[in-house]
């Protein structure tokens, strides 16, 4: 009998969402939990005591946390559909990509939606070119793991739903067919497929969480002066 | 196969990360040319090889480049799996824990190591710092008893990716204690870790890699001086 697979996340997270595409790229059935990140429970804490974050992924009770070591894990334990190609050159490329998603591309575009003035400008040019960067890779492919959806297309699925949504309540223009034409086809395609819009928050939904984060972050702004 | 094989290492002499891969070659005794890149300079085959960082350490395996330090261990544990003892555990699960703790170590730990060696003289931060990198080190002292299940290191009997992710730095933390007069290897905090970062230094594969810590806290110096000289520009 097939081990139960747990998934603890939170629906507005782009990494929790990375986690089920996997799961359901390889057909893997499993229980999903939403945890409120203000009343954390008791189980997660449990699951993820270092760093008390989702996604946390339970396989047969054992625990496994931080996003892409999970997709790892998913890709070695289910081998349907394959998400890391066999070349041992071609995975440390996919690897490369992934760690370039999570260590540049998102925190400074999601610095550049919250903050102001000339910061701001610096964050938007910033992102801008590291989303040039991304297309570049992407070349004429259909998506980053060729013919099918890998890893890299995975952990880029913040660029799907999030970034639209973030940048109409930031108010600003990041990435947009005009701007990066190729990603932004990719995007597309990307979440019209069936293993990831079946994933993908609400839009509106979405929307009204971060009209709401933000309209929260300026009303502690404005408590402060 | 491994045979008739070009591989280059760019890196230089100071870098924990460099260490690493020179580990995990060492590990599967493959020989590679080392280029030394000078600190403040970096070389047109290091511009090239990595146009999106422009860091060390890169391998060049027949000229194809592979960047960013656990990528390059990983890409030589697959590449060279019949070489030598495996870096990275056979169990999916294991597997899982080992990546979970190298990333633990270099994005939450290793910040607050560095915050520690480039502070400027009695930096009230320094303090919290050393706290938090104590604090750091009681997990992987935790983690290290249940990965290492009584054997020698974090990867059971020869050196593991844990090991190789941690152990870099060893030399840095010591330099580190010098350069801020701080206390962070307490054998009684950490009596385990203690033991296994004789036995890691030690190592075949380690010994000739680890750089003298007053040559670390000369190069640290530099590189903090540098650091402030352009945060104050």
Not at chain 2, 104 to 130: G, M, N, V
């Amino acid at each position: 009998m097939a081990e139960e697979v747990k998934v603890f996340g939170r629906w507005t997270s782009p990494f929790c969402c990375r986690v089920e595409i996997a799961l359901r790229l390889k057909g893997v059935p499993y229980e999903y939990i939403e945890e409120d990140l203000s009343n954390k429970s008791p189980l997660l804490l449990e699951y993820n005591p270092v760093h008390k974050k989702v996604p946390v992924l339970v396989h047969g009770g054992k625990p496994i946390a931080e996003s892409l070591v999970v997709l790892e894990y998913i890709e070695e334990t289910w081998r349907r559909n394959p998400i890391l190609p066999e070349d041992p050159h071609r995975r440390a490329m996919a690897r490369f990509w992934t760690k370039f998603i999570d260590e540049k591309c998102m925190p400074i575009m999601w610095k550049s939606l919250w903050s102001e003035g000339e910061m701001q400008l610096k964050l938007m040019e910033e992102t801008k070119e590291n989303l040039s960067i991304l297309e570049r890779e992407l070349n004429s492919k259909k998506f980053f793991g060729g013919n099918s959806i890998g890893l890299v297309d995975i952990a880029a699925s913040f660029l799907s739903c999030w970034t639209e949504v973030l940048q109409e309540v930031a108010g600003i223009s990041l990435f947009g067919e005009a701007k990066h034409p190729i990603l932004f086809k990719w995007a597309n395609e990307f979440m019209s497929s069936d293993a990831v819009k079946v994933c993908l928050p609400p839009k509106d939904e979405l929307l009204s969480h971060f009209r709401a984060m933000k309209e929260g972050m300026s009303a502690t702004k404005a408590g402060q002066n | 196969m491994a045979g008739d094989q070009e591989l280059k290492l760019l890196g230089s002499w100071a870098s924990p990360f460099v260490i690493r891969a020179r580990i995990a070659l060492n590990l599967k005794g493959v020989g590679y040319e080392f280029l030394e890149e000078g600190l403040g300079t970096k070389s047109e085959l290091l511009l090239k090889s990595n146009p999106v960082y422009k860091q060390i350490p890169v391998l060049i395996h027949n000229g194809k480049p592979i960047c960013e330090s656990m990528i390059i261990v990983q890409y030589i544990d697959e590449v060279w799996a019949a070489a030598g003892p495996s870096i990275l555990p056979s169990d999916p699960y294991d597997r899982a824990i080992a990546r979970f703790w190298a990333v633990y170590i270099d994005d939450k730990w290793f910040p607050l190591l560095w915050k520690i060696i480039i502070a400027k003289a009695d930096d009230e931060e320094t303090a919290e710092a050393a706290e938090q990198v104590i604090a750091g080190l009681q997990l992987l002292e935790e983690a290290f008893e249940k990965c290492s299940k009584g054997k020698d290191f974090f990867g059971g009997k020869s050196v593991g990716c844990i090991d190789i992710a941690l152990g870099c730095y060893f030399g840095w933390v010591k330099a580190a204690e010098k350069m801020a007069g701080v206390k962070l290897l307490d054998k009684e905090k950490i009596p385990l870790l203690m033991g296994w970062a004789e036995r890691f230094c030690s190592a075949d594969a380690v010994k000739e890699l680890m750089p003298e810590v007053d040559k670390l806290i000369e190069h640290g110096k530099m590189v903090r001086a540098r650091l402030n000289a352009a945060a104050t520009n």
